[in-house]
């Protein structure tokens, strides 16, 4: 068995809610597409440094979580990131 990944846009909420209102074109709509590890009962998504810098998104605080060999790690949360089907023409 192998690892399975699959090709996710991720984008700027923020920034889908400017086009929506016309404060900013949909091309300046930050996005990436990248290859995910999907994992179907996950509520949360994780992403690295360079990809929440590439999308623009504030860190709105950092929690503490507990990990499965018991240790502790912190992490940053995220202004929201949508997956789209589409950017352009987004509705």
Same mark, same amino acid.
């Given at each position: 068995?192998?690892?399975?990944?699959?090709?996710? @846009?991720? #984008?700027?909420?923020?920034? !889908?809610?400017?086009?929506?209102?016309?404060?900013?074109?949909? %091309?300046?709509?930050?996005? &990436?597409?990248?290859?995910?590890?999907?994992? @179907?009962? #996950?509520?949360?998504?994780? !992403?690295?440094?360079?990809?929440?810098?590439?999308?623009?998104? %504030?860190?709105?605080?950092? &929690?503490?979580?507990?990990?499965?060999?018991?240790?502790? #790690?912190?992490?940053?949360?995220?202004?929201?990131?949508?997956?789209?089907?589409?950017?352009?023409?987004?509705?």
């Amino acid at each position: 068995m192998g690892i399975f990944t699959t090709e996710i @846009t991720l #984008a700027n909420v923020g920034d !889908i809610s400017a086009a929506r209102n016309g404060f900013i074109s949909e %091309a300046n709509i930050r996005a &990436v597409t990248l290859d995910a590890i999907p994992d @179907t009962g #996950a509520w949360t998504l994780i !992403i690295n440094e360079v990809v929440r810098q590439r999308l623009g998104l %504030a860190v709105v605080k950092t &929690v503490t979580s507990s990990l499965v060999d018991g240790s502790a #790690a912190q992490y940053g949360l995220t202004e929201p990131v949508e997956v789209p089907t589409a950017i352009r023409g987004y509705t």
